[in-house]
């Protein structure tokens, strides 16, 4: 699975696509684990039910891990978390069930294609260029000392693709093909807030013909 992401870069494009202030901070164009980045959760404004942006690392860290320094092996690890798992996994039992659901913005994704015999990094974006919300899980660690910083990190979510008609190409030949949880736009507001009994039934793979692949330059 992809341990590779484009933020948004236009300000525009929060507003537009994900109904919220743009980030004071420029976004880096390209993410990886322990980067800080930013997602979208639900939030109350005037007791009305609103959207905000955080900001926070790529790679969860559960409430549980008890030192800075194990925060920071375990993170890389957890930047995806499998749909299947996830209300049962330790990693993440604490953020699903306590609905702590966000919406990752990204412009596109980044696979390998293994069909030639060697790893070709490949884009993979909306076909209408739009950016992508995608499902994904957040946590506060609050640290266990005086000396440690609180750490506020998120994961994408991510389905199985193995009979996908775009993503079963990539990646290595025999494993499991798999891609993050993409939302449809109409579908945000219910993500963020719906029981988590039910949040199961947004977590699965986008139509393979709203997504193009491209060979990264």
């Known amino acids: 699975m992809s341990l590779h992401f484009e933020p948004l870069q236009q300000a ?21 684990p322990r980067k800080m980045g930013v997602f979208v959760r639900g939030a109350l404004q005037d007791d009305l039910p609103t959207r ?6 790529w790679g969860l860290v559960p409430p549980w891990v008890k030192s800075a320094s ?7 690890k957890l930047v995806n978390a ?8 330790k990693n993440f039992f604490d953020a699903w069930t306590q609905g702590q659901r966000c919406i990752v913005p990204m412009m596109s994704f980044c696979v390998d294609d293994w069909r030639s015999g060697k790893a070709v990094p490949t884009r993979i974006t909306r076909v209408d260029g739009k950016p992508m919300g995608v499902a994904g899980l957040w946590a506060l660690w609050k640290g266990k000392t005086d000396a440690d910083s609180p750490i506020t990190s998120f994961t994408l979510l991510t389905v199985n693709a193995n009979n996908h008609a775009l993503m079963h190409r990539y990646e290595q030949q025999g494993s499991e093909k798999r891609m993050p949880a993409i939302l449809n736009e109409g579908a945000y507001d219910a993500w963020l807030t719906v029981r988590h009994e039910k949040a199961r039934e947004f977590m ?11 060979p990264v330059q």
């Open 82 to 89: 499998r749909s299947e798992t996830v209300s049962t996994s």
């Open 52 to 57: 905000e942006l955080v900001a926070g690392q």
């Open 12 to 32: 525009a494009l929060y507003t537009d696509a994900f109904g919220v202030a743009a980030p004071a901070a420029a976004q880096t164009r390209d993410m990886w």
């Open 70 to 76: 194990d925060a920071k092996l375990r993170a890389p």
């Open 204 to 214: 699965r793979a986008y139509a393979a013909n709203w997504l193009t692949a491209n």
